[in-house]
T-cell receptor, first 114, second 114 residues
């Protein structure tokens, strides 16, 4: 069973509010991914890190979304000004490396933007 | 772009009958993608079911198997005899060998008839 911890499990925000969620990867996993799963079950990759460094991110995250993985602290994903379309399940996953290995997923943070 | 297609959103199979869940992919920017099946059981997080990283090889786990068919660009999931405990949502996914970010299909919800 995965030991990726995500908090909070549920998050409700009004439009324009900040929304912040956290992730503790599995111990010893230097690579962390964030995905968004919308109400249609579609997954979208948002960003990934190796240790504290951003490796890849999509354009969406360069505007209202920000993320970090500081050493000795949980990783976080923050939406600066939430929009209704951001309502989704946000999944954090960790892995031993980038190349072809299993990603271990957390239970997700379900964000609802009213 | 790269994509994964699962044509069935929902499948219902009688207990002890055989199962096939279809998955095809397009990997225009990735020569030889890694292929995965992930599963989400009710109330649980997403977890890896099986993976294959070499074309022509077969992966298997928990009675499920899938063969990486490069010519047909397919990775169908099969099981000879399903059980009630197999009820879950199954996601086909791919990644580039050196990138790690997963591209998921839309998922197939499997329901088992007693």
């Amino acid at each position: 069973n995965s030991k990726v911890i995500q908090t909070p499990r549920y998050l409700v925000k009004g439009q324009g509010q900040k929304a912040k969620m956290r992730c503790i990867p599995e111990k010893g996993h230097p690579v962390v991914f964030w995905y968004q799963q919308n109400k249609n079950n579609e997954f979208k990759f948002l960003i990934n890190f190796q240790n504290q460094e951003v490796l890849q991110q999509i354009d969406m995250t360069e505007k209202r979304f920000s993320a970090e993985c500081p050493s000795n602290s949980p990783c976080s994903l923050e939406i600066q000004s939430s929009e209704a379309g951001d309502s989704a399940l946000y999944l954090c996953a960790s892995s031993l490396s980038l190349g072809g290995l299993e990603q271990y997923f957390g239970p997700g943070t379900r964000l609802t933007v009213l | 772009g790269d994509s994964v297609t699962q044509t069935e959103g929902q499948v219902t199979v009688s207990e002890s009958k055989s199962l096939i869940i279809n998955c095809t992919y397009s990997a225009t920017s990735i020569g030889y993608p890694n292929l995965f099946w992930y599963v989400r059981y009710p109330g649980e997080g997403l977890q890896l079911l099986l993976k294959v990283i070499t074309a022509g090889q077969k992966g298997s786990s928990r009675g499920f198997e899938a063969t990486y068919n490069k010519e047909a660009t397919s990775f169908h999931l099969q099981k000879a005899s399903v059980q009630e405990s197999d009820s879950a949502v199954y996601y086909c996914a791919l990644s580039a060998y050196n990138q790690g970010k997963l591209i998921f299909g839309q998922g197939t919800k499997l329901s088992i008839k007693p």
